[in-house]
């Protein structure tokens, strides 16, 4: 479907730039030079993985995985490698002072991102007892995840004067080098 040239986009478009723009990309702003957003993404989408993992070994000790569970899990855990491993080889593309071309690229990853946060959000609702640790564990992976795809999503921020400095006067422009 074509849509003419001045008109809204979509809702789902307007939510995801909101959450983007006006709760992600301040808080990308304000971290220190030597961790861009993109990077503590990425540390976050380790984490996630990590997180999942933790469910899993809980829900393994309580006696409670089924050999079936285990497998699925496994492929999960597989897969979630596999992004982390494709979001690695797109780091290239996202410089500092340019348009993040990823920004476009994820935006179906982050609707299904928000969706299973609420899903898992609504299991754990009614859970108690030996269940609610790993539903939270696995509640807290999947948040973790879709703040780290969304900060991977951010702008990242020009270079400081110092280092735009330092690169055309032929210095190494490292936080170290100061």
Do not use: K
């Not at 979509?10 to 808080?27: C, H, K, S, T, V």
């Not at 990853?109 to 899903?119: D, K």
């Amino acid at each position: 479907m074509i849509r003419p040239p001045m008109s809204q986009p979509p809702l789902l478009e307007r939510i995801d730039a909101a959450i983007l723009d006006r709760g992600f990309q301040p808080i990308a702003d304000r971290l220190p030079e030597r961790l861009p957003a993109f990077e503590l993404g990425m540390s976050m989408q380790l984490g996630a993985i990590v997180l999942d993992v933790a469910a899993d070994v809980a829900l393994g000790l309580l006696g409670m995985l089924s050999f079936e569970r285990a497998a699925f899990d496994a492929l999960s855990w597989t897969i979630g490698l596999l992004f982390y491993r494709y979001f690695r080889q797109q780091r290239g593309l996202v410089r500092p002072g340019h348009a993040n071309p990823l920004r476009h690229g994820f935006f179906a990853m982050r609707l299904l991102a928000i969706a299973f946060c609420v899903v898992s959000a609504m299991q754990s609702i009614g859970l108690h007892g030996q269940l609610l640790l790993p539903q939270l564990f696995n509640s807290t992976a999947n948040l973790v995840f879709t703040a780290g795809i969304y900060l991977m999503s951010c702008t990242p921020r020009p270079p400081s004067v110092a280092r735009a400095r330092a690169r055309a006067e032929g210095r190494p422009a490292t936080v170290w080098s100061r």
